[in-house]
């Protein structure tokens, strides 16, 4: 069999790249259904974009690499695509576009689009070998017990990275890339709950307790909820920290994000008499207030504290250091942050400069957006690129 172009991977990338490569092109999945990771997505809704999406949103070695892709294939396109099909959308927060009906409306969406570029589509379809020419791929793939073997000009990676593996996922692409000679950015799970140890165990008690802070890895900053559970820390603020942190670095956050000055010494001077914990808890969740005051070990009235202590205690509120011993891996992850260097690959078409006709999209590459919609644009945004150029 004889196709233009094969794509890997039935995912967002896979989809769209297949409504826009048009006749010729050949998509297919080991999976049964097509966009498993857009059908679960936003609670069902699928978060599919972001009003606010830029550059600045996306994690890469190179952080220039995304430009042209997201400019030339934007939010308000996807927008536009969704609105033509008569999808109803709202926002959120912070920009995040969600379906006011069920996630499975994009896939059929992308599905209907992929059917009237005259694409094909193969579900349940693994791939058993490729080899390369120097011209055309030959693949050979397993259907139904069945071997085919596939010639194509062009061969796409479009099968993501190793998150959520109970979906199917795993490491194909990279293996590929490797296979061809293409090199690696360390793919690690991102957008995932930290675990704590130690100590910090402590926290474990007030699972389900959540209050919005702001939370800093590295040099970057999200002001969003934080949510304590069974294991450790999770809520938006985590999430998106977790895709900077490294492990043994700390995780510091502010639990009081609407303070600055000398606040308790302000308070020492309104309310003599309060307490830490009572004053902690007119502002935080009771439980939270509780575990941070005994931890602080402050037991005096506001009128009886020293100064110092109460600027030592305010310094630990607005940036408390905890020490993650680990993430909850792949499994819980909704994204993976590395893979396919982008230094391999063109950031017009997507096109690896080194193997002629080999490209790569979406989760597989070495760009990762934050938590919010910005992957499924990347998603669009990458595979419209290279549909552009097959």
Same mark, same amino acid.
């Given at each position: 069999m004889d196709v233009t172009t094969l794509i890997l991977g039935a995912g967002a990338a896979g989809l769209m790249c297949a409504a826009r490569a048009?006749?010729?092109?050949?998509? *297919?999945?080991?999976? @049964?259904?097509?966009?498993?990771? &857009? @059908? &679960?997505?936003?609670?069902?809704?699928?978060? $599919?974009?972001?009003?606010?999406?830029?550059?600045?949103?996306?994690?890469?070695?190179?952080?220039?690499?995304?430009?042209?892709?997201?400019?030339?294939?934007?939010? =308000?396109?996807? *927008?536009? !695509?969704?609105?033509?099909?008569? *999808?109803? =959308?709202?926002?959120?927060?912070?920009?995040? !576009? $969600?379906?006011?009906?069920?996630?499975?409306q994009i896939v059929e969406m992308l599905l209907a689009e992929m059917r009237a570029a005259g694409a094909e589509l193969w579900l349940g379809t693994s791939v058993i070998g490729v080899r390369h020419d120097g011209s055309r791929f030959s693949v050979v793939l397993e259907r139904d017990g069945q071997r085919t073997a596939v010639t194509a000009r062009n061969l796409v990676l479009a099968s993501g990275g190793k998150s959520i593996p109970k979906m199917g996922a795993t490491g194909f692409a990279y293996d590929l890339a490797r296979q061809f000679g293409l090199k690696l950015v360390e793919p690690r799970p991102a957008l995932v709950p930290l675990t704590l140890g130690g100590e910090e165990v402590l926290f474990r008690d007030i699972s389900g307790v959540s209050a919005p802070v702001v939370t800093s890895a590295g040099k970057a900053r999200f002001a969003e909820a934080a949510l304590f559970t069974h294991r450790g820390l999770s809520g938006p603020a985590i999430l998106q920290a977790s895709s900077y942190w490294r492990p043994g670095e700390p995780l510091f956050i502010d639990f009081l994000p609407e303070e600055s000055g000398d606040f308790l010494l302000q308070a020492k001077r309104e309310t003599p008499r309060a307490t830490l914990r009572g004053w902690l808890r007119d502002r935080l969740p009771a439980r939270l207030a509780d575990i941070l005051a005994e931890r602080l070990g402050l037991e005096v009235e506001f009128g009886n504290a020293p100064d110092k202590a109460l600027r030592a205690v305010a310094e630990r509120l607005k940036r408390w250091t905890f020490q993650p011993n680990g993430t909850e891996g792949y499994a819980k992850a909704e994204v993976t942050v590395g893979g396919i260097a982008t230094a391999e690959l063109s950031s017009k078409t997507m096109a690896a400069k080194r193997v002629p006709g080999l490209y790569a999209i979406g989760e597989a590459v070495d760009v990762t957006g934050w938590l919010g919609g910005y992957n499924f644009q990347w998603a669009w945004a990458s595979a419209f690129a290279c549909a552009q150029a097959l």
């Open positions: 048009g006749p010729g092109t050949l998509l *297919i999945d080991h999976a @049964r259904a097509p966009g498993e990771k &857009i @059908r &679960i997505s936003g609670g069902g809704r699928c978060n $599919f974009t972001n009003l606010h999406t830029g550059p600045e949103n996306f994690l890469s070695q190179n952080p220039h690499f995304c430009k042209s892709a997201l400019k030339r294939y934007s939010q =308000w396109d996807f *927008i536009e !695509l969704v609105d033509r099909h008569g *999808i109803a =959308w709202h926002e959120k927060t912070l920009g995040q !576009l $969600f379906c006011d009906g069920k996630s499975t």
